[in-house]
């Protein structure tokens, strides 16, 4: 069973940085896509970046609110995510989600961690 643990959530000033981490449990080259969603209070899940790794090249896209702010990134040999937050605002405050997804036999099964809150405050 696939586990993703999420850490470095925490409380930070306008303006102030983050950097989110998620521990995969298994080889990164197992996924398809990779990346980080985001829940704000009384709000829907929203996507916040994805990486898919077509054709092993890879690309990311970003939520066009966090374009330029964050970073998406892998550490293949350390089986984790990161998600670089700079330049945070009050509206980034949420629960962060890690997510991926396998492609087996026809059928996609996604993955997500518990989840690690950031909120942005002064």
């Known amino acids: 069973q696939v586990q993703l643990v999420e850490s470095g959530g925490g409380l930070v000033q306008p303006g102030g940085s983050l950097r989110l981490s998620c521990a995969v449990s298994?080889?990164?080259?197992?996924?398809?896509?990779m990346g980080w969603y985001r829940q704000a209070p009384g709000k829907q899940r929203e996507v916040v970046a994805l990486?898919?790794?077509?054709?092993?090249?890879?690309?990311?896209n970003y939520a066009d609110s966090v374009r330029g702010r964050f970073t998406f990134s892998r550490d293949n040999a350390k089986n984790t995510i990161n998600l670089q937050m700079n330049s945070l605002n009050p509206e980034d405050t949420a629960v962060y989600y890690c997510?991926?997804?396998?492609?087996?036999?026809?059928?996609?099964?996604?993955?997500w961690g518990k989840g690690t809150l950031v909120t942005v405050s002064s």
């Open positions: 997510y991926a997804d396998q492609l087996y036999m026809g059928r996609q099964y996604d993955y």
């Open positions: 298994a080889s990164m080259h197992s996924f398809n896509t």
């Open positions: 990486f898919t790794d077509s054709a092993r090249e890879g690309s990311t």
